[in-house]
């Protein structure tokens, strides 16, 4: 992520206690297949094969849980121009009760092309919202996930070899 690009972040002041705080979400060595068979809803539990399958060719990486209830692919470094660093996710989502949340290292919204042909969503600051996939167009959702993953990588890759 380009350092400082996520807005939440930005209002944290270098050297607050957020700055040190270590990630609330980090990879656990849970079943990501146990995960998905306890979802409570037949269409979530199908939805969340579906996504699994799409996310695994988007980033070419095998699912893994981060924290109790996001599947993530990938691993991707930040750092914010704030002063605080972790490690989340390169791309990942989570099957909630009322919608589907998706999310990135990067911002959706770099990708305003794909937003328009995606169908029905929401955005929020670093996920995107889908009350069902039968609303967005999965070809689209695998290019944008695609693109967000290889965004994340090569800021991430360009970071680090700027250390």
Not at 128 to 136: I, S
Request: proline content about 4%; some cysteine; glycine content about 8%.
């Amino acid at each position: 992520m380009v350092a400082g690009s996520n807005p939440a972040e930005g209002t944290v002041v270098k050297g607050s206690p957020m700055t040190n705080q270590p990630n609330k979400t980090t990879p656990t060595a849970s079943s990501v297949s146990d995960f998905i068979s306890a979802v409570e809803s037949e269409r979530r539990r199908e939805e969340a094969e579906t996504l699994l399958t799409i996310f695994e060719r988007a980033s070419g990486q095998s699912a893994a849980m981060w924290g109790p209830s996001i599947i993530g692919f990938g691993s991707s470094h930040y750092r914010y121009a704030t002063g605080r660093e972790g490690d989340t996710a390169s791309i990942g989502f989570s099957t909630r009760k009322a919608k589907i949340s998706l999310y990135t290292a990067r911002n959706f919204r770099e990708f305003p092309e794909l937003l328009e042909r995606l169908g029905t969503h929401e955005l929020a600051v670093g996920c995107l919202y889908v009350k069902k996939l039968a609303d967005v167009d999965l070809t689209v959702l695998e290019e944008l996930l695609t693109r967000s993953y290889e965004v994340a990588r090569f800021d991430y890759d360009a970071l680090a070899e700027s250390d």
